[in-house]
């Protein structure tokens, strides 16, 4: 896992629980109440909502060695809804209008049904996301989503946990000078 090593040691040692903590949880025997798939899948999600290049590529080329390609495109699939619909519901809950909350939100998502992969590891994917983008309506919906697909408490909040870390490292990675990352790499 060198390339994970690398934004590892990236990190400055004001970020040290980060990671310790992308470490743990990425490393082998890291998240044990998640499949293989659901690990992958949701550290994907994550870091493309985080939006972090670097972080990004990191992960994706680690879960294309774990997972299958199917999966992954089940992750950027959810990453790319809720980076929409994200923005939208948080919007709707900001307004507190109920005229505006009432309408149709007129937004193509056909990929929450066309995605190809299990139905709970999408709901992961999906709650990953909205984690990192801090939709409190989506976030509900996609607990509640993953509990109806026989997803236990621990598993979502080992994705909740993942998000939070993999949110952090795209933070902290996004405040390094650009020489202090070319050292690294």
Known sequence: MSELDDIRQALPDSARDIRLNLGSMLGNDGLPELSTD???????????????????????ALAGAQTSAQVLEGARIAASIMAMTNVYYRAMHMAHDAELAGLP???RMNGLAKHGIDKADFELFELAASVVKGCESCTRAHVAGAKE???????????????????????????LDEPALAEVG
């Not at 236990?152 to 993999?166: E, F």
């Open 38 to 60: 659901q690990k992958w899948g949701a550290a994907l999600a994550s870091a493309i909502a985080a939006r972090n290049l670097r972080l990004t590529r990191t992960i994706e």
């Open 105 to 107: 939100a007129g937004l």
């Open 149 to 175: 697909h026989g997803v236990t408490v621990q598993t979502i909040q080992a994705v909740i946990r993942l998000a939070a870390v993999l949110h952090a490292t795209a933070t902290v990675l996004d405040t």
